[in-house]
């Protein structure tokens, strides 16, 4: 029998699904996928002729075996130095009643807001000769510490103070999910603290940990601003370094810095891999409910020292650079130290004058992150309503792609981004543009839209659909009147990363930008080349604030939708 009017069949509806499928995944193979192809041929084929010899060339010559070499020790020194960070905070703030000081959580955040590079330039603006600490202590004492800071272990605890809050984070909500049972069990049964915690803890720990750790490895293998500012100075050159050098400093080398990135790529996803191959091999039963009641572990006598970790952490990732970015703003002269002869607003003078150009570059970060945030998030909304709840051909592709850029370092997809939109047969001509600023944004970014949506997504019941399907509402009348609404946090929440972790990019912005056109972290990254610290110290203030007040004003806005669903 023929299907009954107005009732689409099993078929149609996998029709439509298959459609809505390839068109998603075609949009992001030319947004993702093509751009990572475009750098393994570009490795294989420099001049446009298969010629796989050059790359290996390129990559066995004795400087790029180093090269490779100090990028795998700097992702081990981070995933160390992060671990150092994160997990005592993520124990003591879970585990521990320490957790009711919920100012600790927010003040947590503050390093991940901070711009990678104004971390590594307050850290090198700090402890130079002649710098503040040596300002503070005396020349003896900070000479000693000086020969520590300036290595590749000082540049990997400068990164570890800007990474750690993704470690944390994720350990922290493991914690709380394993709650109290497994802990008063092994008590129950006579085992120490220190027993429980090897045998118990940090076994049921272990996946969590392994994501947080791969997220930290990527991140400090493809991070541009600490090895740029802090690793060149002292000679540890890495591949993002060596990367940045071949294209955009004479001589220009494609071909080389294509076979750069390949590695980078690889060691990315590479990681990735591992960490699958890992998790899979675990079953960490005891995590897959939600926790009724979480285990409090008094302090006793050891509560001063919970609270000098807290401080210690807090020193060294929030008061040293943000004190440091604040003396170098209103000074005139940093040799001179803060004193009251010292102090000046000339620097915010000199900013707010049209003829600087900062505001000009403050206003050009603020649209094109607006942009691009939108973007993000209209792409994040259609691959959850595509992926979601739904195994239809294509899902797991379009999944996969929404969340590549996460899994390789920036500058690789960036390097990819080029080889495609600046190809002479690109009928598209946006390379040389802002747009192609833009487009890059969201390349990068499209990731922390598509998890926020997907995680509220995901949390959802079906009921209110399914009472709207039964009532005769459409599809896009289901999805324009109860889902959107619904997931509208998720959105919210996606669009806040995007829109800040945008206005201070810096790899993507100095790489693809077109002449003449500045943004914030190109113009404060000019600043500091041109030894103008303390004019850049003052824009970065002003970005901080700016970004801030957007933030504080969207996330209230995110509360209220939230306050509603409730």
Not at 278 to 298: C, E, Q
Not at 364 to 373: D, E, T, V, Y
Not at 518 to 527: A, G, K, N, P, Q
Not at 551 to 562: A, G, M, N
Request: net charge positive; hydrophobic share 55%.
């Amino acid at each position: 029998m023929p299907p009954r009017s107005g009732r689409p069949t099993r078929r149609g509806r996998l029709g439509r699904e298959l459609g809505r499928n390839l068109g998603a995944l075609a949009l992001l193979s030319v947004l993702v996928a093509a751009p990572l192809l475009m750098v393994l041929l570009r490795a294989l084929a420099p001049e446009g002729t298969f010629a796989p010899g050059e790359a290996v060339d390129t990559l066995t010559a004795g400087a790029s075996v180093r090269i490779i070499w100090n990028t795998v020790l700097l992702g081990v020194l981070v995933c160390l130095g992060s671990t150092l960070f994160a997990a005592p905070l993520a124990f003591l703030m879970s585990m521990t009643d320490l957790r009711r000081h919920r100012w600790i959580d927010i003040a947590i955040i503050v390093p991940f807001m901070t711009p990678p590079y104004i971390n590594a330039i307050a850290w090198t603006i700090f402890m130079r000769r002649r710098g503040y600490l040596e300002q503070l202590v005396g020349e003896g004492v900070a000479g000693v510490l000086q020969d520590a800071f300036f290595t590749p272990v000082g540049m990997a605890m400068v990164m570890s103070c800007n990474l750690f809050p993704f470690l944390y984070l994720i350990l922290r909500n493991s914690l709380d999910n394993i709650g109290a049972s497994p802990d008063e069990a092994g008590a129950v049964h006579g085992g120490g603290f220190r027993y429980r915690l090897r045998r118990i803890i940090v076994p049921l720990l272990l996946s969590g940990y392994s994501m947080g750790i791969l997220l930290v490895f990527i991140k400090s293998a493809g991070e541009f601003g600490t090895p740029i500012t802090l690793g060149n100075r002292i000679g540890f050159i890495v591949l993002v370094a060596e990367i940045y050098q071949n294209t955009s400093i004479f001589p220009i080398d494609f071909g080389a810095a294509a076979a750069l990135s390949s590695v980078l790529m690889s060691i990315g996803i590479g990681a990735w891999f591992f960490q699958q191959w890992f998790v899979s091999r675990r079953n960490d039963r005891a995590l897959s409910g939600r926790a009724t009641k979480r285990a409090t572990i008094p302090l006793g006598r050891w509560r001063p020292v919970a609270w000098a970790v807290v401080a210690v952490v807090f020193l060294l990732s929030i008061v040293i650079p943000y004190l440091t970015v604040f003396a170098s703003a209103f000074t005139r002269l940093e040799s001179a130290g803060v004193t009251w002869s010292n102090l000046t607003l000339v620097n915010f003078q000199v900013l707010f004058d049209a003829r600087s150009g900062a505001l000009t570059a403050l206003g050009n970060s603020f649209r094109f992150a607006l942009i691009a945030a939108t973007i993000t998030a209209i792409i994040g909304v259609m691959v959850a309503l595509l992926t979601v709840r739904r195994r239809g051909p294509g899902a797991r592709s379009v999944d996969f792609l929404a969340l590549a850029p996460d899994m390789v370092p920036a500058i690789v997809v960036v390097v990819g981004l080029i080889f495609l939109w600046n190809a002479v047969w690109q009928p598209v001509p946006i390379y040389n543009t802002v747009w192609m600023l833009i487009l890059t944004y969201v390349v990068l970014y499209v990731p922390f839209s598509v998890q926020n949506v997907k995680a509220v997504y995901g949390q959802l019941g079906t009921t209110l659909f399914e009472a709207a399907q039964v009532a005769g509402g459409s599809w896009w009348f289901r999805t324009r009147r109860i889902l959107l609404p619904l997931i509208a946090p998720g959105i919210l929440a996606g669009w806040i990363m995007a829109f800040s972790i945008s206005m201070r990019e810096l790899v993507g912005s100095l790489l693809v930008r077109p002449p003449n056109v500045d943004v914030l972290s190109t113009y404060i990254f000019r600043e500091f080349e041109q030894g103008k610290r303390s004019l850049g110290m003052a824009l970065t203030i002003v970005g901080v604030f700016t970004t801030t007040a957007v933030l504080l004003v969207t996330d209230q806005y995110r509360e209220k939708l939230l306050s509603r669903r409730r």
